[in-house]
């Protein structure tokens, strides 16, 4: 079983539509939880980060984590063809290999105008 | 510049050939990561440079892989003898400092395909 877990899609859906893109997790160490979005041909680039259960909000972005479940998510409201793009969920563990990112597969999503 | 700079950005190479990717971080960023993104695999650790040492090499795959940073700053990746299954993406990141909160930069990434 790989340490994180992540649906690859495709997921497409119509402009304006809510999101919820997941992942789960098996070890208990990872502390630090965050989405990147990468669009094609590019680089990922860092949307959001939170270190506690519960939600985070950033604009129509919210991140969600469920430790007790290992469970994190993505809601983006209000989708807009703009956020067509690769999310990968990616976690940091708390011990001494904090500076390491271990990754889901990234999932590609399409918002259809 | 600005950001974290690759090249090449593609890169095709025949099966048994050497190749070298550079990457230079973001200026003063101590921290220096390279990582692959194959399809099946999703992005992997391969290691990690403080400075210019390289405290983890863990995610190296083979001893085909090596890599080397100078002067704090540019760092090379080596690939020798390569094989088909070294196709990929493969991407640096650089963070000023590292622990949980630091934030990773990613350049755009070398594509590289061994026919």
């Known amino acids: 079983q790989k340490e994180v877990e992540q649906d690859p899609g495709p997921l497409s859906v119509p402009e304006g539509a809510i999101v919820s893109l997941n992942c789960t997790y098996s070890?208990?160490?990872?502390?630090?939880f965050m989405w990147y979005r990468q669009y094609s041909r590019k680089g990922p680039e860092l949307l959001m980060y939170t270190y506690s259960s519960g939600n985070k909000e950033d604009g129509r972005f919210t991140a969600q984590v469920d430790k007790s479940s290992k469970y994190i998510s993505l809601f983006i409201r209000d989708s807009q063809p703009s956020d067509s793009a690769t999310y990968l969920c990616a976690i940091k563990n708390s011990g001494g290999s904090n500076y390491k990112l271990t990754f889901g597969k990234g999932t590609l999503l399409t918002v259809n105008p | 510049g600005a950001g974290v700079s690759q090249s090449p950005s593609n890169k095709v190479t025949e099966k048994g050939k050497d190749v070298e990717l550079r990457c230079d971080p973001i200026?003063?960023?101590?921290?220096l990561y390279w990582y692959r993104q194959s399809l099946g695999q999703g992005l992997e650790f391969l290691i990690y440079f403080q400075g210019n040492s390289a405290p983890d090499k863990s995610g190296l795959p083979s001893d085909r892989f090596s890599a080397e940073r100078t002067g704090g700053s540019v760092s090379t990746l080596t690939i020798q003898r390569t094989q088909q299954e070294d196709s990929a993406v493969y991407l640096c990141a650089s963070s000023l400092a590292v622990g949980l909160n630091t934030e990773a930069f990613f350049g755009q990434g070398t594509r590289l395909t061994v026919v």
């Open positions: 200026s003063g960023h101590t921290a």
């Open positions: 070890n208990s160490a990872f502390q630090y």
